[in-house]
C-alpha cells in the first residue's frame, strides 16, 4: 500500500538555575534510557534538539553521552537541531541576540559532532512572522512548528502533508508541521492507535510526511512515564511495531524531506501550540477560552471550527505578569549595554554569555510548567542578568558614583526611575506608589526584589471545585493531575496591589497580623501616583516623591526620599508624614518583601534588636513591638539584609506563599518574607518623620 513518511523528534531541556538533582534525575530517567533503546533500532533515524543549557551540564557531567550521540551521526541515525543556545523565546529577543544564539549553537554542533545542522527547534514553537529573515541570516534552513499555527492559517489537516515556505522580505524559511494528534498519542496511548492514525493519513494522502516532535522528558521525565515507557516496554514495543510496518511506513528526517518540493507558500500568524494560546491569557479569559472549546468539541463539525479559537499568544504574558514584564524590560537594558561593548572585547564576550542565560525562556512565562512562580529560575536568570551588566560597566569604571536615570523604562506609559550604585540597582515606579520593584544585591549578585504576586489563575477554579485528587499513572501534563497536598484551595489568597518593597500602607487600629498576612497591606497608597524629582544631596543625587491620601475623614500627605551611598551597599530611606484632620488613631506601614530562598533556620534566620527572634524561621507569622533593628540571614548563601527603623516601630513579618501548578500537580510554592513596620499616626503639626536604613552584608558565596 501507499505509505506515509514517518518524522520523529525530541528535544531536551533544562532551565538555566533548576537543580543540579533535577538534571540528573532527568539524565537517568529519560535522557539515557532513551537512547538506550533507540540504539537498538538503527533503521529509525530521529531529530534530536538539546539546549545549549542542558549540552554545557553534559559537557561537565556526562560527556560520555555526547559521544554516544556522535556516534549515531556517524552511522546517519541522528540528525541534530540548532537553536538559540540558552533556549530563549527568539520572538521576545533583540536581532543581535537571536542571531547570535543561534550562530553559538550551529557553531558548537559543527565542533563536537562535525555537522552543519539547517533545522532548528523554536523554543515554545512561539512563532511571529517577522521571525522568518533573522532566522535566515542566522544560518536557519527550516523551522518546526504545531499544526496549530499552519491550521490557524487556514489550512485544513489533510493539506499538512509536508513543507511550506514563508518569508519576510525576500528571506524564504521551511515550516513544518508537527501533529498535535500523534503528540497526543506518544507516549500515552498504545503503539496500535498511531499506526491507525498513520494510516488514515495514508489513505488521504499517499506519501504524505507525519511528524512527531516533543519533549524528551515525556519519554520518562514527566510523573508515571518512566515505568510505563521503559520497563512497562512502551517505547521498545512502539519502535518494533514501527520497524514491523516497514512495508508501507517510510523512517525519515527533516532534512532529508527537505529534497521534496515545498506544499506551497504560507504566512502563519503569532501563534504557540495549542495550550500556550489558554495560559497566555487572563484568567477570566482563559476559563471562558477553556468553556468555548468544550462547547466546540461538542459539535459535530468541532474539527473543521476548532482551529479558529486563537486564545492568547506568549508576549501577552508580559501584560499578564509584571513580574515578568520587569524582568523581560530589565533583558533588553542589559542587552543594549552589552551589545555596547567593543565588538571582540573579552568584557563582551563574557557579557554576552550571561546575557544569554539571562535570557532563557523559563522563567518569563507560566503555563503547567511552574516557569514565572518557581523562585529559583526567577532568580538565576536575575542572577545572569545583574553579572551581564556589571561585565557591561567595567570599561566605564564607576565604582564611586550614583546613576540616577528616568524613562520608561517597562513600557507602561508611565516613567520609572534608575537608581545604581556599584554595590545596589533599585527601580522605582512613581506611578504605583512609588514602590521599588528591583532590588539588586549587584556585587554577590542576588535580586532581593524578585517578589511574586499573588494574583487569581484559570487552574484555582478547578483546584477549588476538586480539591486534592492526584492522577495516577502516565499521563500527558495536560490531564488533570490534582494537587500535592491537602488544604490547598483554603490557602487561595490574592493581593490588590503588586508585591515590592517600600510599599506605602495607611492601616487602621483594627487591621490584624492575621488579616495582613493573608491578604497584604491597604491598596490605596499602593496603587496611588506620586510625583518625582531627583535632588542633588551634596554630591550625592537622590529620589524625592510625594502624594497625598485621603481616607478615615483625613487627609494624609507623604513624602520619602531614597538615598543609595555610593561607598557600600546601603540604602537610606527617609519619610515625612503630616496629616489633617485626623481624629481617629491610625498606623501608617511601609511593606518590604525580600526575595530570599525560602527556608528552615539555621541556614535562614530572623533576627530582632540585635537577637535572635522567638521564632527565627523565614515562615513565621509574628508580631514585636518596639524595633529597632532587623536582620534577614540566609547563610548558605552568604547575604544577610540589616534594616534599621528609626523611631522604633511595631513589626509584623510574614511569608508569601503562591498556590500554582506544575507538571506533577497543584503547589504551594513559598516566594518571599514580607515586613511591615507601622508607626502610630498623629503627632505635632510639623509631621512625623521615620527613616528606614537596609544596608546588605555579603560573604564569598557558593554558586547559585
Request: a neutral charge; glycine letters at 8%.
Amino acid at each position: 500500500m501507499a505509505g506515509v513518511r514517518f518524522v520523529l523528534g525530541v528535544h531536551a531541556h533544562q532551565p538555566v538555575g533548576n537543580f543540579p538533582e533535577v538534571f540528573s534525575e532527568a539524565y537517568r530517567r529519560s535522557y539515557v534510557p532513551f537512547l538506550d533503546v533507540l540504539s537498538e533500532f538503527p533503521q529509525i533515524p530521529f531529530a534530536y534538539h538539546i539546549s545549549g543549557v542542558l549540552f554545557d551540564w553534559l559537557e561537565q557531567a556526562h560527556p560520555e553521552y555526547l559521544d554516544r550521540l556522535a556516534g549515531l551521526v556517524a552511522r546517519g541515525q541522528l540528525e541534530l537541531l540548532t537553536g538559540g543556545y540558552y533556549e530563549p523565546i527568539v520572538a521576545a529577543i533583540p536581532d543581535a541576540d537571536k542571531i547570535g544564539q543561534i550562530e553559538r549553537m550551529t557553531a558548537y554542533l559543527k565542533r563536537r559532532f562535525g555537522v552543519t545542522a539547517r533545522g532548528m527547534w523554536l523554543a515554545e514553537r512561539v512563532w511571529e512572522p517577522h521571525l522568518a529573515k533573522p532566522l535566515v541570516e542566522a544560518g536557519v534552513k527550516y523551522v518546526i512548528l504545531d499544526d496549530n499555527h499552519f491550521r490557524s492559517a487556514g489550512l485544513s489537516d489533510e493539506a499538512l502533508t509536508g513543507y511550506y515556505l514563508t518569508e519576510e522580505q525576500g528571506a524564504s524559511l521551511a515550516l513544518f508541521p508537527i501533529s498535535q494528534r500523534l503528540r497526543y498519542l506518544i507516549p500515552f496511548r498504545e503503539p496500535v492507535e498511531t499506526l491507525d492514525y498513520l494510516r488514515q493519513r495514508a489513505a488521504v494522502t499517499p506519501g504524505a510526511i507525519a511528524v512527531m516532535a516533543d519533549d524528551a522528558e515525556k519519554f520518562g521525565g514527566w510523573p508515571g512515564t518512566h515505568d510505563w515507557v521503559y520497563r512497562q516496554g512502551w517505547l521498545r514495543r512502539f519502535l518494533q511495531a514501527l520497524q514491523e510496518n516497514a512495508d508501507w511506513l517510510d523512517f525519515t528526517t527533516f532534512g532529508r524531506a527537505l529534497a521534496d518540493p515545498p506544499r506551497g507558500r504560507v504566512y502563519l500568524p503569532t501563534q504557540s501550540y495549542t495550550e500556550m494560546a489558554a495560559w497566555a491569557l487572563p484568567a477570566e479569559s482563559s476559563v471562558a477560552f477553556e468553556e468555548a472549546q468544550a462547547r466546540v468539541d461538542a459539535l459535530p463539525d468541532a474539527e473543521r471550527i476548532r482551529p479558529f479559537l486563537r486564545g492568547g499568544f506568549w508576549r501577552n504574558f508580559l501584560a499578564k505578569y509584571p513580574e515578568a514584564n520587569t524582568l523581560h524590560k530589565k533583558m533588553l537594558r542589559v542587552s543594549t549595554a552589552v551589545h555596547g561593548l567593543p565588538p571582540r572585547s573579552r568584557q563582551r564576550a563574557r557579557a554576552l554569555t550571561a546575557l544569554w542565560q539571562g535570557q532563557c525562556n523559563d522563567a518569563y512565562w507560566h503555563g503547567v510548567f511552574g516557569g514565572l512562580y518557581l523562585p529559583h529560575l526567577r532568580h538565576a536568570v536575575s542572577q545572569q542578568l545583574i553579572r551581564a551588566e556589571r561585565a557591561a560597566e567595567e570599561p566605564h569604571g564607576d565604582r564611586g558614583s550614583v546613576r540616577v536615570e528616568t524613562k520608561d523604562w517597562d513600557g507602561d506609559g508611565s516613567p520609572e526611575v534608575l537608581l545604581q550604585s556599584a554595590h545596589l540597582g533599585l527601580m522605582v515606579e512613581p506611578a504605583r506608589g512609588g514602590s521599588v520593584v528591583e532590588l539588586d544585591v549587584r556585587t554577590v549578585p542576588f535580586s532581593l526584589g524578585n517578589t511574586m504576586t499573588r494574583r487569581p489563575e484559570a487552574y484555582h477554579r478547578k483546584l477549588r471545585l476538586r480539591g486534592a485528587s492526584p492522577a495516577e499513572g502516565a499521563a500527558t501534563i495536560h490531564e488533570e493531575r490534582g494537587a500535592k497536598e491537602e488544604g490547598l484551595a483554603e490557602l487561595l489568597s490574592y493581593d490588590a496591589y503588586r508585591r515590592g518593597n517600600f510599599v506605602d500602607h495607611w492601616l487602621p487600629t483594627e487591621k490584624t497580623l492575621a488579616e495582613a498576612a493573608r491578604a497584604g497591606g491597604s491598596a490605596a497608597l499602593a496603587l496611588t501616583a506620586y510625583a518625582s524629582r531627583v535632588v542633588r544631596m551634596g554630591r550625592a543625587p537622590a529620589l524625592e516623591l510625594e502624594a497625598t491620601g485621603s481616607e478615615y475623614g483625613a487627609r494624609l500627605r507623604i513624602r520619602k526620599r531614597f538615598r543609595l551611598a555610593p561607598d557600600g551597599p546601603r540604602l537610606i530611606a527617609d519619610y515625612r508624614l503630616q496629616t489633617e484632620g485626623l481624629a481617629t488613631p491610625t498606623w501608617f506601614g511601609v511593606e518590604l518583601n525580600l526575595a530570599f530562598y525560602m527556608g528552615p533556620p539555621p541556614d535562614r534566620t530572623v533576627e530582632i534588636n540585635g537577637q535572635p527572634a522567638p521564632d527565627p524561621s523565614f515562615f513565621a507569622v509574628e508580631e514585636a513591638g518596639d524595633v529597632r533593628a532587623i536582620r534577614i540571614a540566609d547563610h548558605w548563601l552568604g547575604l544577610a539584609v540589616r534594616i534599621g527603623l528609626t523611631p522604633a516601630a511595631r513589626l509584623w513579618r510574614f511569608p508569601v506563599q503562591t498556590i500554582s501548578q506544575s507538571e506533577s500537580g497543584y503547589e504551594r510554592v513559598p516566594q518571599q518574607i514580607c515586613l511591615l513596620p507601622a508607626w502610630p499616626l498623629g503627632g505635632p503639626a510639623e509631621g512625623t518623620k521615620l527613616r528606614l536604613t537596609l544596608e546588605v552584608e555579603t560573604r564569598e558565596a557558593p554558586p547559585v
